[in-house]
């Protein structure tokens, strides 16, 4: 659900999207009210995204030809014959690694019945436990480090914090017994984060203001706002000593 | 004299959505408002500049979904239909303004005239065809067109399946070799998203150069010059444009661009909701489900529901302020830049077509205006397209850009997030068992071979960057999470049916007549053993 630049819509359009929000009374409610109700129940539905659109007061969306998200497609569009629903997981062993930014991944992964059947028993009566076992090389010294996440067994997915840019990053789903015998199920593909490399030359930087002008000013807005990216603003924080 | 370039790029791509099974749907008006607020004003604009002697360049990446959608039959009918009816409501529009609110006659009178005008280009000009128009100006030499992704997937959450990528970037391909007669040379990344290796794909099909978002020069793991200011050359030779982010800012940005200015139109104030259900029930979505109908009155005036009549002639004014103002801003900080650099920079300044006429309705007369004054000989900024840039500029750095798209976070973030990671489960297994399915049913003919050219379409179309987009921004996630899993579960038709030696005619037949996308599609392209 959206809500776009409340402040600027009519009290007709305000009184829609409460009737569509299923607000009672929306008719007799006083403009201020509405605002109040719509913000509140977008609070409770949501999260940061809508919380920053309210913020921001504006947005510039794609795919936006009404006001409210329109729930009416109950029916089944494309339905065809033959069709069945999507299972949760699949019937493999398998665990994948995606990389979502320099220092998040998200790893999903699936138990094939015959997999959970041979390390948990017919009746999961064998106990034991999961985990992941991420493995990092640093791609400049090729050192190895390996850290555990704990999972239960009714996980299908994590999101991880990658320490440090400047590796390679692959995961292993790991069975433990109740004995502390380790036993490895899947393994994922590699994933790589380099860094930047200005955050280990920021001294060239600091040193040579065409040098900085060059590399920021396409970065950084007229009013001083720097592209929404955790390492540049990093960078950027560390070079001008926290101005930008 | 010093001469600043610019690259302006525009992306025109939308989801492939049809729905013949409705008389009117609701997603299918994503097309129908680009064609009628973006596209066509752009094209009658970019042709008045060609009949004016102006020697403009501008690069426009279109889409296969948007190749398709554009050229399908059923979907220009349906776009007649919609300029129809939004006509009949203009028209009812002047008699209402005439008596009720005299203040809005004018712009109601400038509505009605464009929708007739619309109707006159897409009917009698362009045969209601729009692709022609690009055509023609690609031909006299001031558009370079490019393509994207087949379905716009957004390719750094598919590294891992280099099958999918090449099927991506193939049958884009060879949908432009079809539509335009050539291989284009520039290949629009879907969202800016790059991943270090994407260009090996891109080369192997002829493309010579990409976009990629501001961040992906500072971040690049190697020491890049000019920073965003100079394309890069990656070590196989394919150059990579960086974007200018605070260029682009003056126009893109929803708090502070040109289009915040109070005197522009108000986008979100729409008859659509302020008029009575009786007057405007027909033309609407059934049943009475208010939505946008372009009779827009209102100037933004500010953060307040009090808004001032929109006043065209005030708006047309702060548009030529504005444009010169842009090109100041470029020249004033292209001399401080050419000091730097030793040479003048190259601006990338890349944006959703969308933004000009349909979002921003005075954006296609600020572009008219962008590209008039800087061909003037006396302009200290040229424009270019990035081909035009490679050919006369052989001297560039070589450099990988960094991993990056322009989406929030400057990452992958957007697409995939805790509204949206369950959905790579599904596309990447679908991924798998197409494969296996391209191997284990290799050079398949007849009743087979298009059941799984089916399978390769409702793969492809599920890797549509679209539906992670849409149920990231709830602007319409109903309607993503059912296309999403439609595609994916009509993909397991093939998949179970194949794997019992079958072919599920019934469900082939209406699937083939759904989706009309990709029409000489060989599955083949997913196996990985070629």
């Given at each position: 659900?959206?809500?776009?630049?409340?402040?600027?819509?009519?009290?007709?359009?305000?009184?829609?999207?409460?009737?569509?929000?299923?607000?009672?009374?929306?008719?007799?409610?006083?403009?201020?009210?509405?605002?109040?109700?719509?913000?509140?129940?977008?609070?409770?539905?949501?999260?940061?995204?809508?919380?920053?659109?309210?913020?921001?007061?504006?947005?510039?969306?794609?795919?936006?030809?009404?006001?409210?998200?329109?729930?009416?497609?109950?029916?089944?569009?494309?339905?065809?014959?033959?069709?069945?629903?999507?299972?949760?997981?699949?019937?493999?062993?398998?665990?994948?690694?995606?990389?979502?930014?320099?220092?998040?991944?998200?790893?999903?992964?699936?138990?094939?019945?015959?997999?959970?059947?041979?390390?948990?028993?017919?009746?999961e009566?064998?106990?034991?436990?999961?985990?992941?076992?991420?493995?990092?090389?640093?791609?400049?010294?090729?050192?190895?480090?390996?850290?555990?996440?704990?999972?239960?067994?009714?996980?299908?997915?994590?999101?991880?914090?990658?320490?440090?840019?400047?590796?390679?990053?692959?995961?292993?789903?790991?069975?433990?017994?109740?004995?502390?015998?380790?036993?490895?199920?899947?393994?994922?593909?590699?994933?790589?984060?380099?860094?930047?490399?200005?955050?280990?030359?920021?001294?060239e930087?600091?040193?040579?203001?065409?040098?900085?002008?060059?590399?920021?000013?396409?970065?950084?807005?007229?009013?001083?706002?720097?592209?929404?990216?955790?390492?540049?603003?990093?960078?950027?924080?560390?070079?001008?000593?926290?101005?930008? | 004299?010093?001469?600043?370039?610019?690259?302006?790029?525009?992306?025109?791509h939308?989801?492939?959505?049809?729905?013949?099974?409705?008389?009117?749907?609701?997603?299918?008006?994503?097309?129908?408002?680009?064609?009628?607020?973006?596209?066509?004003?752009?094209?009658?604009?970019?042709?008045?500049?060609?009949?004016?002697?102006?020697?403009?360049?501008?690069?426009?990446?279109?889409?296969?979904?948007?190749?398709?959608?554009?050229?399908?039959?059923?979907?220009?009918?349906?776009?007649?239909?919609?300029?129809?009816?939004?006509?009949?409501?203009?028209?009812?529009?002047?008699?209402?303004?005439?008596?009720?609110?005299?203040?809005?006659?004018?712009?109601?009178?400038?509505?009605l005239?464009?929708?007739?005008?619309?109707?006159?280009?897409?009917?009698?000009?362009?045969?209601?065809n729009?692709?022609?128009?690009?055509?023609?100006?690609?031909?006299?030499?001031?558009?370079?067109?490019?393509t994207?992704?087949?379905?716009?997937a957004?390719?750094?959450?598919?590294?891992?399946?280099p099958?999918?990528?090449?099927?991506?970037?193939?049958?884009?391909?060879?949908?432009?070799?079809?539509?335009?007669?050539?291989?284009?040379?520039g290949?629009?990344?879907?969202?800016?998203?790059?991943?270090?290796?994407l260009?090996?794909?891109?080369?192997?099909?002829?493309?010579?150069?990409?976009?990629?978002?501001?961040q992906?020069?500072?971040?690049?793991?190697?020491?890049?010059?000019?920073?965003?200011?100079?394309?890069?050359?990656?070590?196989?030779?394919?150059?990579a444009?960086?974007?200018?982010?605070?260029?682009?800012?003056?126009?893109?940005?929803?708090?502070?661009?040109?289009?915040?200015?109070?005197?522009?139109?108000?986008?979100?104030?729409?008859?659509?909701?302020?008029l009575?259900?009786?007057?405007?029930?027909?033309?609407?979505?059934?049943?009475?489900?208010?939505?946008?109908?372009?009779?827009?009155?209102?100037?933004?005036?500010?953060?307040?529901?009090?808004?001032?009549?929109?006043?065209?002639?005030?708006?047309?004014?702060?548009?030529?302020?504005?444009?010169?103002?842009?090109l100041?801003?470029?020249?004033?900080?292209?001399?401080?830049?050419?000091?730097?650099?030793?040479?003048?920079?190259?601006?990338?300044?890349?944006?959703?077509?969308?933004?000009?006429?349909?979002?921003?309705?005075?954006?296609?007369?600020?572009?008219?205006?962008?590209?008039?004054?800087?061909?003037?000989?006396?302009?200290?900024?040229?424009?270019?397209?990035?081909?035009?840039?490679?050919?006369?500029?052989?001297?560039?750095?070589?450099?990988?850009?960094?991993?990056?798209?322009?989406?929030?976070?400057?990452?992958?973030?957007?697409?995939?997030?805790g509204?949206?990671?369950?959905?790579y489960?599904?596309?990447?297994?679908?991924?798998?068992?197409?494969?296996?399915?391209?191997?284990?049913?290799?050079?398949?003919?007849?009743?087979?071979?298009?059941?799984?050219?089916?399978?390769?379409?409702?793969?492809?179309?599920?890797?549509?960057?679209?539906?992670?987009?849409?149920?990231?921004?709830?602007?319409?996630s109903?309607?993503?999470?059912?296309?999403?899993t439609?595609?994916?579960?009509?993909?397991?038709?093939?998949?179970?049916?194949?794997?019992?030696?079958?072919?599920?005619?019934?469900?082939?037949?209406?699937?083939?007549?759904?989706?009309?996308?990709?029409?000489?599609?060989?599955?083949?392209?997913?196996?990985?053993?070629?």
């Amino acid at each position: 659900m959206i809500l776009i630049n409340i402040d600027s819509l009519s009290t007709t359009e305000l009184q829609y999207i409460a009737q569509q929000e299923g607000l009672e009374n929306w008719q007799t409610l006083e403009r201020e009210e509405l605002i109040d109700e719509l913000e509140e129940t977008y609070g409770e539905q949501d999260d940061e995204i809508t919380a920053s659109w309210l913020k921001s007061k504006g947005g510039r969306k794609r795919f936006c030809n009404a006001l409210t998200d329109f729930r009416g497609n109950k029916q089944d569009v494309n339905g065809l014959p033959g069709v069945e629903d999507l299972p949760d997981v699949y019937a493999e062993t398998s665990i994948h690694l995606l990389m979502r930014d320099p220092v998040w991944a998200y790893a999903y992964w699936s138990l094939s019945p015959a997999t959970k059947i041979q390390v948990f028993g017919e009746d999961e009566q064998l106990g034991g436990s999961l985990f992941l076992r991420v493995f990092s090389l640093d791609l400049l010294t090729y050192e190895e480090k390996t850290f555990d996440i704990a999972v239960g067994v009714e996980d299908t997915q994590w999101n991880i914090n990658l320490p440090a840019m400047g590796n390679s990053y692959k995961v292993t789903l790991c069975y433990k017994n109740k004995k502390g015998l380790e036993m490895a199920l899947a393994e994922s593909s590699e994933v790589s984060s380099y860094p930047s490399y200005w955050v280990n030359h920021y001294e060239e930087m600091a040193m040579d203001s065409k040098l900085f002008n060059i590399h920021f000013s396409s970065l950084v807005t007229k009013e001083g706002e720097i592209v929404d990216n955790a390492v540049l603003q990093e960078i950027a924080q560390t070079l001008s000593g926290g101005v930008l | 004299m010093s001469k600043k370039s610019v690259a302006f790029v525009l992306n025109i791509h939308l989801p492939y959505v049809r729905h013949l099974e409705y008389p009117r749907f609701l997603e299918e008006d994503w097309l129908f408002e680009a064609i009628s607020e973006s596209y066509l004003p752009m094209l009658r604009m970019l042709y008045k500049l060609r009949a004016d002697k102006v020697a403009y360049k501008l690069t426009v990446s279109l889409s296969p979904p948007i190749l398709c959608m554009l050229t399908d039959p059923a979907l220009q009918n349906r776009f007649n239909s919609y300029l129809e009816l939004h006509r009949e409501l203009g028209e009812k529009e002047l008699v209402r303004c005439r008596t009720e609110q005299p203040e809005f006659l004018e712009m109601a009178e400038y509505y009605l005239e464009q929708l007739k005008q619309n109707l006159t280009d897409f009917n009698d000009l362009y045969r209601c065809n729009i692709l022609e128009g690009f055509k023609s100006l690609e031909t006299s030499g001031h558009l370079e067109l490019i393509t994207t992704a087949a379905t716009h997937a957004y390719l750094p959450l598919y590294k891992e399946y280099p099958t999918a990528i090449n099927a991506q970037v193939e049958l884009a391909v060879q949908s432009f070799l079809t539509t335009f007669g050539h291989v284009p040379k520039g290949f629009w990344l879907p969202e800016c998203g790059y991943y270090p290796g994407l260009e090996e794909t891109l080369k192997y099909h002829g493309i010579t150069w990409f976009q990629v978002a501001s961040q992906s020069m500072l971040l690049s793991p190697e020491k890049v010059n000019f920073g965003d200011y100079r394309p890069v050359r990656c070590p196989n030779g394919v150059a990579a444009f960086p974007r200018d982010y605070q260029a682009t800012s003056l126009v893109w940005s929803n708090t502070s661009g040109y289009p915040c200015d109070r005197n522009y139109r108000e986008f979100y104030r729409d008859i659509g909701y302020d008029l009575p259900m009786e007057y405007i029930g027909e033309y609407i979505h059934q049943p009475e489900v208010r939505v946008f109908t372009g009779f827009k009155y209102w100037a933004i005036t500010g953060p307040t529901d009090q808004k001032q009549p929109y006043d065209r002639s005030l708006a047309q004014s702060k548009v030529a302020e504005h444009a010169k103002n842009f090109l100041y801003n470029l020249e004033m900080k292209g001399d401080v830049l050419s000091a730097s650099m030793g040479e003048d920079p190259l601006y990338t300044l890349c944006f959703d077509a969308e933004l000009f006429g349909h979002w921003w309705f005075e954006g296609v007369d600020w572009l008219d205006q962008v590209l008039r004054l800087s061909s003037r000989e006396e302009e200290q900024v040229t424009l270019v397209t990035p081909s035009l840039f490679l050919a006369t500029e052989n001297d560039l750095q070589v450099v990988r850009p960094a991993f990056s798209s322009w989406g929030q976070g400057g990452y992958s973030s957007v697409w995939l997030d805790g509204s949206n990671a369950w959905i790579y489960r599904h596309i990447h297994k679908s991924i798998e068992r197409m494969e296996e399915l391209a191997v284990r049913f290799s050079d398949q003919i007849s009743l087979k071979q298009r059941f799984l050219n089916q399978a390769a379409r409702e793969v492809l179309l599920s890797m549509a960057s679209d539906w992670p987009f849409i149920l990231y921004n709830k602007t319409s996630s109903e309607y993503a999470q059912k296309r999403l899993t439609d595609h994916l579960r009509n993909f397991n038709v093939v998949y179970g049916n194949m794997c019992k030696n079958a072919v599920n005619t019934e469900w082939l037949v209406k699937a083939e007549k759904r989706d009309i996308i990709f029409p000489d599609i060989d599955y083949n392209i997913f196996n990985p053993q070629r």
